[in-house]
């Protein structure tokens, strides 16, 4: 329990952020800026034009990052919330995730449970976001490839969905830092992405928990509460 309220107080800071996201992308565009500059400099030679490509090409990928894992799908614009329907957006995101899975060599298993239509509130584009940043922190887990697995349990009234790989897994150090804004353990990641998810299920009034082992892997649960369910 006392684990939940410090996430939450984490969260409080989420709205504040944005502010200082856009100072993120905006940094790496300047240096963009800069590089480019230089290179249109008639003087600059051959060696320190290709290093100046490399930066600027770099930046730019940077800046795309903290989109992807921020603004493409959570714009602060404000959605509609609606009745989704959870199966359908698992489709979409696996669809979205299986060729950078692909690349990484990972299998991505989804037992589609038929004809269960389960509806939940929220944002379309947002619940989008929260999955696609999961499972692409489990794809960026396995470094040698393995198996990415969604599955559903039902837990009336709430709708569990299960993200599990077979990562590196975390420590309980790192476990506990999840969500903190700008933590992250990898060279180019933007550590924005479970802030991200956490506050948009937040949003939703679910739950996320996580459980993982170090040299292992790491399963991801999110729980929801159904509006409505439909099967057969
Ligand atoms: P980023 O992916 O840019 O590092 P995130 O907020 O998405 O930022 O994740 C923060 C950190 O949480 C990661 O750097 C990683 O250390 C840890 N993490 C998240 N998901 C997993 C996972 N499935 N397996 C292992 N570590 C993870
Ligand atoms: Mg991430």
Do not use: W
Not at 190 to 212: A, F, Q
């Amino acid at each position: 329990v006392l684990e939940k309220i410090i996430k939450a107080e984490k969260l409080e800071t989420v709205s504040h952020l944005a502010a200082s996201i856009s100072h993120e992308v905006r940094n790496p565009l300047t240096i963009t800026r800069g590089f480019v500059q230089l290179l249109s400099d008639e003087d600059t030679s051959k060696n320190s034009r290709e290093r100046y490509i490399g930066i600027a090409l770099e930046e730019l990928d940077r800046a795309t990052e903290i989109i992807n894992d921020y603004l493409t799908f959570a714009r602060p614009v404000l959605e509609k919330k609606e009745k989704i329907n959870v199966l359908d957006e698992i489709v979409h995101t696996v669809k979205i995730i299986i060729p950078f899975a692909n690349m990484n060599g990972v299998n991505v298993r989804f037992p589609l449970i038929n004809n269960a239509n389960i509806f939940v509130i929220g944002e379309r584009k947002k619940f989008q976001q929260c999955l696609i940043n999961i499972l692409k922190n489990g794809v960026e887990s396995m470094q040698k490839g393995g198996e990415l697995e969604i599955d559903l349990t039902s837990l009336h009234p709430y709708i569990q969905i299960n993200i599990r790989d077979e990562g590196k897994g975390m420590t309980q150090e790192q476990i506990n830092r999840l969500g903190e804004p700008y933590f992250t353990t990898k060279e180019k990641g933007t550590g924005l992405g479970m802030m991200v998810s956490y506050s948009i299920i937040r949003g939703m009034e679910g739950e996320i928990d996580v459980e993982s082992q170090e040299g292992k892997g790491t399963c991801f649960s999110i729980k929801l509460p159904i509006v409505h369910s439909q099967i057969g």
